[in-house]
């Protein structure tokens, strides 16, 4: 039989089971939280029918889900008589299973009947609240029939001749067992059963059979398992102390039994291991098969891709996370997908495309459900957050996009604009939030009209296995997981890659870049000896974007871990990410990259800055910057990217001169202007003065310092920005706050003051020129505007890819863009896809802006559609590129 | 629908032991001072075990230790309690391992002594007198014939959240 088809009636199955009972009590109980377990379970057999092509069985159970609808909505009233029709409505699916676990089809025939009843009922026709006989115990499971109900219905052609009763006689129990127990305790609703059970009419005869389907596997309580894990764990320990009384004792006589008793154990911990264990391509064995049905069904055409099927995730999360995952993958299809006709007319590649891609990430497993298709719709989820009184008008009109699109993991929450059979009843985020959030995951959705949305789930890793590197340092044993280690270097004292020191911080010059380092020790504070030894370790681990290595005594090999979480008591200590025990039986703490990374003051960025693969990963690398920090007009820092000044020159003092009561100075055989930090024009009266030299093509200014202090690297951060011009920002450069210069600020009023507006002044062949700008740093916006603007260009920057797309999408043109490639959201190269997809900017120029420009870069850039490449800080080479570009459209 | 009521708790408060106001506790001592808890709470009693360092910890957390595939956070009463530490690194110690909501601690101690059962009558509460610290460790001071017994409170014990405000 289909495995999908097997599965689906062992689950049904079992939620059948569930069913009758939650069924009952919801009879004595009528509570809202037993009511949406029941409707959900309808719901999802429902659904599977549905892509299994079992339209009767669907019907069926469209019927009885109608009629939980009007329960939920409070529309119909939970009486004996209501429950009885869906008890009802279950046993007919339970005949109509045990005919598919025979035949592996639906018996013929139909169910108009008990869909009429049901559908009467939905719709308050049939007076459910008749009372039931009176002497119906009220615990009893299927109370008896409602005679009036049932009498109405038996005109109809109920019974149909079974097509195959030999062949299905034998299987049809199964399901039956259920209501033959209560038959047993309510004799009296038998023949009304069969009555309305035709398909099985001998049920009552039969003797139960266990189903063939439901008895190849087996249910395990977790636990059990668990267990079972401790004790291999334990029988491991003690084989390891067995053999270690026998080594070196070879003739005895115990050797080879050992022997033998150590390969069962290994075997015996690795099937153990294994029961926990699976790869998450199990839970999406079935949705291609889903996918193509419904691809069929709504004729739309989607290309599935499947990414980290081979993902391992602990069995007990892979069950919970099996339904949602299903769920969404329907949802991307149903609703985020366009149909093909659509897509053709928005000029979208006919073929839309649901990608699930599955991997461990810093201690998580992060599983990632996007499609292409036209994105959630912001507009209608906030009509619909006001028409349900969840938010009032004022308060969703202040909400950003974000916080709108959160609504959709609301319970009973829909936009879909009609019920489909597929989706569009409101359960479904709601229930998928839950499940993750029961086993401590989390969910995060992006959403961007008309190009798609993708959800992230990102799951502990608390359960998993991992393959991790046990390293040793100061004599203490620490596990790093493998995922996060790109290499190992051993360096000793006289070899010529020896670890070198800048003001107390270790790097390390590996092949053409300098490492920083992190030293274990001094991290965790392990003490020891600090004195030279002659061999270090170094290892190299990739946090996100950033690559460090951390500097180790030893490193001993991997081991297969279970990570286990740290006690309460040390959770706040962000080195760890949880501990283990190692084969021997010792307990070994496990480094969390991520933490580590952290502490070094390495802002590590969100999980999804990771999803592009290793070229995306070599562009991320850290954005250091050069910065030179000096005094100017005050005992303040100030800093100014070292990449922007062209040269620091002192300049005797008696070489300034005045022209128009400003000061400037002959500089290789021009006239430059100079220009103080605050405005006031006291120059020192005697010696030397520095200046930083800002030069662009034929002009140079020179911005007056009190005294120059040091070039740092750093990570520019610009924490606090200020409104004064002039200013970027506050960042902390070397520990200390320094203010981040607005060079461009005083790149225009020296000339802008001096050389009257640029604009007519020269550069006369850009004028006019719309360029758009994307950069998501205000930093490097705040420094290219105004350059460009010098330069002639009309500049509009924006902060992001969507922004700019969505100023395309309201008709802006612009003769050339220039785009960052590292930015949050969309990036630079998804955004040049876009760009040149489709749309009025098809032909437009596109610069791509980085701060690391490589040949492999250029390569990429290049084939997402990008004109050229440019590094962040040339900014002659942006300028020449720009008008290469122009003018090279303007040829074409 | 037939809720099953545990007859008795494993890792429940003492009150559930009493039988006939008698409650049993486990003894242990540091520096002399005697203590008790409460002999449900203890699951097992160990003597010297191999603990690894858990660096960044609170001094009090001696380590991990394995307890039968099971990660155990040792815990030192010693310095927990504010005593000085033991100079000759307590190779000789100790320790006894309680169940805190599915978590397992080993209190490491000087050394453990007998069960006793005592009679709720011989039960004080703190003096006044008693340093603050001790008195949110202590439930309660047993009044023995020859010696006091001081009953910790366990939960409070391994309770880091308030230590780590100081």
């Known amino acids: ?892 | 629908m037939n809720q099953i009521v545990p007859a008795t708790t494993k890792q429940g408060s003492h009150e559930i032991l009493s039988t006939e106001d008698h409650e049993e506790f486990v003894t242990m001592f540091i520096e002399g001072q005697m203590f008790g808890i409460p002999v449900l709470m203890v699951q097992d009693v160990l003597g010297s075990q191999k603990i690894t360092r858990i660096p960044l910890a609170p001094p009090e957390v001696a380590g991990s230790l394995n307890l039968r595939g099971r990660i155990v956070t040792a815990i030192d009463v010693r310095l927990r309690l504010r005593l000085p530490s033991r100079k000759e690194d307590g190779e000789d110690a100790m320790s006894v391992v309680v169940d805190m909501k599915g978590e397992l601690y080993s209190l490491r101690v000087d050394s453990v002594g007998e069960v006793l059962s005592l009679p709720a009558a011989k039960f004080e509460r703190n003096p006044p007198t008693l340093d603050p610290l001790w008195r949110e460790f202590s439930t309660g001071i047993y009044r023995l014939e020859n010696k006091l017994l001081v009953i910790l409170d366990v939960p409070r014990l391994l309770d880091f959240t308030k230590s780590e405000a100081l």
């Open chain 1, 1 to 892: 039989m289909d495995d999908l088809l097997s599965e689906f009636l062992t689950e049904t199955a079992e939620s059948l089971a569930t069913l009758d009972v939650e069924l009952v009590k919801l009879e004595q109980n009528p509570e809202p939280k037993i009511l949406s377990n029941i409707f959900r379970l309808v719901h999802t057999i429902k659904g599977t029918c549905g892509f299994l092509g079992l339209p009767r069985l669907e019907a069926v159970a469209h019927a009885g889900e109608n009629v939980l609808g009007k329960f939920r909505d409070g529309e119909l009233h939970v009486t004996p008589a209501a429950v009885t029709m869906i008890l009802t409505c279950l046993d007919r699916i339970k005949t109509i299973l045990s005919h598919i676990e025979a035949t592996e089809a639906e018996p013929e025939g139909d169910d108009k009947d008990l869909i009429a009843q049901l559908n009467a009922a939905a719709e308050g026709k049939l007076h459910l609240d008749d009372p039931a006989p009176a002497e119906e115990p009220a615990a009893a499971a299927p109370p008896p029939e409602p005679e009036p109900v049932v009498a109405e219905a038996e005109p109809a052609p109920v019974s149909q001749p079974e097509p195959e009763p030999v062949a299905a006689a034998p299987a049809q129990h199964q399901q039956e067992h259920e209501p033959e127990h209560e038959h047993e305790h309510v004799p009296a609703s038998v023949p009304v059963t069969q009555a309305i059970v035709p398909a099985a009419p001998s049920i009552a005869n039969e003797v139960p059979k266990e189903s063939a389907v439901a008895a190849q596997t087996i249910r395990v309580n977790v636990e059990l398992l668990e267990n079972l894990m401790t004790l291999v764990s334990e029988l491991v320990l003690t084989r390891n102390q067995l053999l270690q009384m026998v080594r070196g004792n070879d003739d005895s006589e115990f050797a080879t039994p050992l022997q033998r008793l150590s390969h069962i154990t290994t075997d015996l911990q690795e099937g153990v291991m294994k029961t926990r264990m699976q790869p998450i391509g199990n839970a999406w064995a079935k949705l291609p098969r889903i996918v193509r049905d419904l691809s069929v069904e709504m004729n739309k055409k989607i290309d599935l891709q499947m990414i980290g099927a081979e993902t391992e995730l602990d069995r007990q999360v892979l069950e919970l996370i099996k339904d949602p995952l299903t769920h969404m993958v329907r949802n991307s299809a149903d609703h985020g997908l366009e149909s093909t006709n659509e897509r053709r007319l928005i000029g979208k590649p006919e073929v839309g495309k649901i990608v699930l891609n599955a991997y461990h990430e810093g201690g998580h497993i992060i599983i990632e459900i996007s499609d292409d298709g036209r994105g959630l719709n912001i507009a209608r989820i906030r009509q619909k957050v006001m028409a349900n009184g969840l938010a009032t008008e004022s308060e969703v009109e202040q909400m950003t996009d974000q916080q709108v699109s959160q609504y959709i993991f609301r319970a009973g929450f829909s936009t879909a604009e009609k019920v489909t059979s597929v989706s569009g009843r409101g359960v479904g985020m709601d229930v998928v939030r839950t499940n993750i959030e029961k086993i401590g995951g989390t969910i995060e959705l992006k959403t961007q009209q008309g190009r798609g949305t993708s959800f992230i789930i990102k799951i502990p890793l608390t359960l998993a296995i991992v393959s991790a590197l046990i390293v040793e340092c100061a004599g203490e044993r620490f596990a790093i997981p493998q995922i996060s280690v790109l290499e190992l270097v051993r360096t000793t004292a006289n070899s010529e890659h020896g670890i070198e020191v800048i003001n107390n911080a270790p790097v390390l010059r590996l092949r053409d870049r300098l490492l920083p380092l992190v030293s274990l020790r001094t991290l965790l504070r392990l003490g020891g000896d600090a004195e030279e030894r002659t061999e270090t370790f170094i290892v190299v681990t990739q946090v996100g974007a950033y690559t460090f290595g951390i500097i180790v005594d030893r490193v001993f090999d991997t081991e297969e871990i279970v990570v286990k979480p740290v006690a309460p008591i040390l959770r706040h200590i962000s080195m760890f990410s949880g501990n283990t025990i190692l084969g021997d039986g010792s307990v070994i703490m496990i480094l969390d990259p991520n933490g580590i990374a952290g502490s070094t003051g390495e802002i590590v960025g969100g999980s999804q800055a990771a999803t592009e693969t290793a070229a995306a990963r070599d562009l991320h690398a850290e954005d250091r910057q050069s910065l030179l920090v000096f005094r100017a007009g005050g005992n303040d820092l100030k800093g100014v990217p070292l990449a922007l000044v062209a040269r620091l020159e002192e300049i005797e003092v008696e070489q300034i001169e005045h022209s128009h009561g400003k000061p400037v100075v002959q500089y290789r055989g021009k006239l430059m202007p100079l220009v103080t930090i605050d405005g006031s024009f006291d120059v020192r009266t005697e010696g030397r003065q520095p200046v930083l030299v800002f030069a662009d093509r034929e002009r140079s200014m020179g911005l007056v310092v009190d005294e120059i202090v040091d070039i740092v690297e750093e990570r520019l951060k610009v924490e606090l920005s200020v409104d004064q011009p002039g200013l970027i920002g506050t960042a902390v450069v070397s520990g200390k706050a320094t203010d981040i210069i607005d060079a461009g600020f005083y790149l225009t009023q020296a000339w802008g003051d001096w050389f009257g507006s640029p604009e007519q002044e020269f550069q006369g062949e850009n004028e006019g020129k719309r360029i758009l700008l994307v950069d998501d740093s205000p930093f490097f916006r705040n420094l290219l505007t105004p350059l460009l603007s010098v330069a002639g260009y009309e500049v509009v920057s924006v902060d992001s890819a969507d922004k700019a797309l969505s100023l395309r999408e309201a008709g802006d043109t612009f003769d050339a863009i220039i785009s960052d490639i590292e930015m949050p959201g969309m990036n630079g190269f998804d955004f040049a896809q876009a760009v040149r997809s489709e749309g009025r900017w098809a032909k437009v120029p596109l610069v791509a802006l980085s701060s690391h420009a490589t040949e492999k870069d250029f390569e990429r850039g290049r084939e997402v559609g990008f004109t050229d490449y440019v590094a962040k800080f040339d900014r002659d080479a942006l300028l020449q590129t720009l008008a290469q570009s122009l003018s090279a459209k303007g040829a074409a």
